[in-house]
């Protein structure tokens, strides 16, 4: 049998089909594995490259295919769906997983080590208990409706307001649900607090966390993020790369000599992406209340295109100025100018 060169894998939670591919690009191994069957397999395989498709246990494989002596590179979903030929069966998404392997412009996904998955870990956490607060407050509010009461949608006031109709004469049953409500709230609480405190304590013991957290916009929270996501930027050849694989750059569509761009693309991690957008959000906020260059620039360009847009284009420029300073290796510094020009970032 032939040597394989690349091994394209399908990854399931308990079947693995296998695709190996010799050097002259003639498939010479095709099988379909057990997951016991499937660790001996990579251990026992002569080194290789080895590509899977970026998704559900993909990183734990993919260091477990480093530690046995293998290449290992991680396709995005969206590159590999293009190249399914056929009926959609595990034999031809490890044939397109190799395919897409083999395109001279693909970007490989970084194979995140243990550390950085177990930071992620929170950050999910905290989405879900947010989701679980947000679907509590909105129940609460319209089972009230009905009974003539209106409570305002600011978290806070809906909190005191609450707690107010404690002593007010209601049926039981109403008394019962707030009461309960008001301790799920209390309970939220705690463990958005607790989860905040972890990212704290992550942040300080991390060189690009300081300088992350010096950017405008930039909190804990969008600090500890990054960090596990992306460490220091060095899967990115430049900003506008970075800034890019956060979907921040508008679609383009062109055909001819028509060429129209469009609304952000909004490709890769949408955590990622929401996060700095809430943070660009709070800088525009702001600005005008500074007379650095970057703040300048934010309410220039507010006042000419509106609060929506400026909010994206602070974020797509927060993205960039963070992949600059990750490469610089120092943190951010407000820049004045006399004329007001803005510095180019």
């Known amino acids: ?47 290789c490259d080895i590509v899977m498709e970026a998704c559900a246990s993909s990183h734990f494989w993919g260091r477990a295919c480093l530690a046995a002596g293998h290449q290992v590179n991680l396709i995005p979903a969206q590159h590999v769906t293009p190249f399914v030929r056929g009926n959609k069966n595990d034999k031809n998404d490890c044939l397109a997983i ?119 916009g930039i909190g804990l929270i969008n600090t500890s993020a990054f960090v596990a996501s992306i460490d220091k930027g060095q899967a990115f050849k430049s900003a506008k790369e970075f800034a890019v694989w956060l979907g921040l750059t508008p679609s383009q569509y062109a055909s001819g000599n028509t060429n129209r761009l469009g609304s952000i693309t909004k490709r890769g991690d949408g955590y990622l992406r929401k996060q700095l957008i809430h943070g660009a959000r709070t800088v525009v906020t702001h600005a005008n209340k500074k007379d650095d260059d970057l703040s300048r620039w934010i309410t220039t360009l507010k006042q000419r295109r509106g609060h929506n847009k400026a909010v994206v284009a602070t974020a797509h420029r927060l993205a960039r100025l963070m992949w600059i300073l990750l490469q610089k290796n120092e943190p951010y510094r407000p820049q004045y100018t006399q004329q007001g020009a803005v510095h180019n970032v």
Do not use: W
């Open 1 to 47: 049998m032939k040597k394989v060169s690349t091994l394209s894998i399908d990854l399931a939670k308990n079947v693995f089909q296998l695709l190996g591919v010799d050097s002259q690009g003639y498939p010479c191994l095709s099988k379909r594995l057990s997951r016991s069957k499937f660790k001996e397999t990579i251990v026992n395989l002569p080194p």
């Open 98 to 216: 190799y395919e897409a392997s083999r395109r001279p412009n693909i970007r490989f996904v970084p194979v995140k080590t243990e550390q950085q998955q177990a930071v992620l870990i929170p950050h999910r956490m905290r989405e879900r208990v947010l989701s679980a607060r947000t679907a509590c407050i909105n129940q609460t509010r319209s089972l009230l409706l009905e009974f003539g009461i209106d409570i305002p949608q600011s978290y806070n006031k809906f909190k005191q307001e609450l707690r107010g109709l404690l002593t007010h004469s209601l049926q039981p049953a109403v008394l019962l649900m707030i009461s309960e409500v008001c301790d799920e709230l209390t309970c939220f609480e705690r463990k958005i607090h607790l989860l905040d405190d972890l990212f704290k304590q992550e942040n300080t013991r991390s060189e690009a966390a300081q300088i992350i957290q010096s950017i405008p």
